[in-house]
């Protein structure tokens, strides 16, 4: 029997007899299918293209497991199209990837060491010594002054030469001595010796010597047939290669034992012990820096009271009785390393101490550790500070009291260089402050670049 679908044209019953153009759009819809009636027998090879289907229409629940063979798949699936849990993976399906750490980009492997002047692309980068094991990495790249860190079982970091300022202050004189003249003159303090700029070669070791301040004399027998105490000794630093850096220790104080002179010659002249005959100490500071501070000592009153002369300060020369003042010059440093002298807020080396005083309280020794001198009551002169390089006040009036002499303060030495490539040497008491590291010495050592 015949019937009529969509257009209204007779459709004859059986065989293949409904065609395309017999359906109106939209006129069979999925309702109007039974489960199943349609199988892929039923559908010509490539008679459903991309075209036909509509976004997202067949999704995982419409494929049958297999359903879908390797042949199916299209090359160069991206990522994007990967969700979920993958299955295992073959590594000999995976391409594209490398299985020598020679073929990183990131990574050298090479039969030497790196250099600095070896410019790797960013900080990070591993080098690997295949012929003696060694690793590297490079903590700071700067082009041909890069910095590799030895990771491996050797020893030694590769680090190009960076410039360093060392500081370098020697023993203070000690304060003079007399039970048969005026007075002691005051201790003159070391000399100071700066230099602004030392390239250093990673490695290298330098001795450092730091200079101790003379010992103050108790007795006349200790002031000695020269009528000066003792003067303090010479600090430095030293190493082969490098020109020696040297700071004089200041010189002794006098004080009368057979004859009236003038206080000793030193980083910073001491003080004379007061009498006519008597001229002003010469400052010979040091060698070897920059820049040398250093002050000549004061002779004393050239009569009547006979107050014996300062010593000599590295930042100013003694004035009659009273030390000179040290130098606040590197009050930066004092105040990172916790040395010198502080006053009101400035740190201070190096003054020359005070004399003793045959009418008076005593002279005043000079900011930067320095002692003060002994009064017209026959009073000790003042021990200056240890690691300032400060002068020894001398002893008050000769015939009256029981006093001594101040014995001179040890010197210093620092070695400061910039933070911006971190720690790079060892030795002394390390401390960071300020854009700077500093290396502090208080007692004779090594320093290794």
Known sequence: MGGYIGRGQPVAAGGDSVETADLVDDSVTNAKIATNAVTGDSIAANAVGNSELSDNAVDSAQIAAGAVDDAHLATGISASKLTGALPAISGASLTNLTSTFAGLTDTTVSTSDPA?????????????????????????????????????????????????????????????????????????SGGIAYHSGVTLTP????????????????????????????????????????????????????GYVNAYINGADGGSGGG??????????????????????????????????????????????????????????????????????????????AGGGGAGMTSGSGGVGGHGGAGNGGSDAGTSGGDATDGTGGGGGGRGKYNVGSGVAGSGGDGIVIIRYTDAGGQRGSGGTVAQSGGYYYHKFTTSGTFTA
Request: contains cysteine; glycine residues 26%.
């Open 272 to 349: 004379g012990e007061g009498n006519s005959q008597q001229n002003a100490s010469h400052a010979t500071q040091g060698v070897g820096g920059t820049t040398l501070y250093g002050t000549a000592g004061d002779p004393g009153d050239q009569g009547s009271p006979y107050n014996s002369g300062g010593g000599g300060g590295a930042g100013a020369a003694a004035t009659s009785s009273n030390g000179g003042v040290g130098t606040s010059a590197f009050s930066t440093w004092g105040a990172a390393t916790s040395s010198g002298e502080l006053v009101s807020g400035t740190y201070y080396y």
């Open 116 to 188: 600095t002047n070896t410019n790797p692309s960013a900080t990070g980068h591993l080098w690997i010594n295949k012929t003696s094991g060694e690793a590297y990495i490079c903590t700071s790249a700067t082009n041909n002054a890069n910095t590799w860190k030895n990771i491996g079982p050797g020893t030694g970091d590769i680090s190009p030469n960076y410039s360093a300022q060392w500081l370098v202050i020697g023993g203070g004189g000690a304060g003079g001595y007399t039970t048969g003249g005026w007075n002691g003159g005051g201790g003159g």
């Open 203 to 254: 490695t290298n070791t330098f001795t450092v010597t730091v200079g101790t301040g003379g010992a103050g004399p108790t007795s006349q027998g200790e002031q000695g047939s020269d009528n000066v105490a003792d003067s303090g000794t010479n600090s430095s630093i030293v190493s082969s290669g490098y020109t020696t850096v040297t700071a004089y220790g200041g010189g002794g104080g006098s």
